[in-house]
């Protein structure tokens, strides 16, 4: 389903009137790659830092020092796989009907929700998030479990568009 199934007539971009030979784009956002990484580099440079400390002060035949080596040569690099995935597979579309949602990694399919059952919105921002400027888009649909959209991009932008998606369709939806 794209903008030519939709009830809403196509906006001209720069006039705000309705174009009747330009489509609607579709609204895509994606994942924050720093914020999808910045974890797994905390965990990299708090274990790589206390390994050197204890190599450095001839204690890096320890325990310990075992331990860091093994987070840093297994973990981070398991972080890091986590991260990628998830990098590629999150996404935010919102379409001419419908908003399509992938929630990222382990997540195999997409959730479709149509605009009309999506009773709340709102905005998370985790320790990464408020660093990076990324956020997680709680979305609440009519029937069903929210479904939650981490380590977006422009969160901000995200629910604005989606707000007044969700608007437009509920008004319209009055009004028929």
Not at 28 to 33: E, N, Y
Request: glycine share 10%; proline share 7%; aromatic share 6%.
């Amino acid at each position: 389903m794209d903008s030519a199934d939709s009830h809403i007539k196509p906006l001209h971009p720069a006039s705000g009137h309705p174009a009747s030979a330009e489509p609607r784009r579709r609204a895509v956002w994606g994942a924050s790659a720093l914020a999808l990484f910045l974890p797994g580099l905390v965990v990299a440079a708090g274990y790589g830092a206390l390994w050197i400390s204890l190599y450095l002060n001839d204690r890096g035949e320890g325990a310990l020092a075992r331990v860091c080596l093994m987070v840093v040569v297994i973990i981070v690099p398991l972080l890091f796989a986590y991260a990628g995935l998830r990098l590629s597979t999150t996404r935010l579309t919102l379409r001419g009907a419908h908003l399509e949602v992938h929630p990222g990694f382990p997540a195999r399919d997409p959730v479709i929700v149509s605009y009309p059952a999506v009773t709340g919105l709102s905005l998370r921002h985790g320790l990464s998030g408020w660093i990076t400027g990324a956020g997680s888009l709680v979305i609440e649909r009519e029937h069903g479990v929210p479904v939650v959209v981490s380590g977006l991009t422009s969160p901000d932008a995200a629910l604005a568009d989606l707000s007044a998606r969700c608007e437009a369709f509920s008004k319209q939806d009055v009004a028929v």
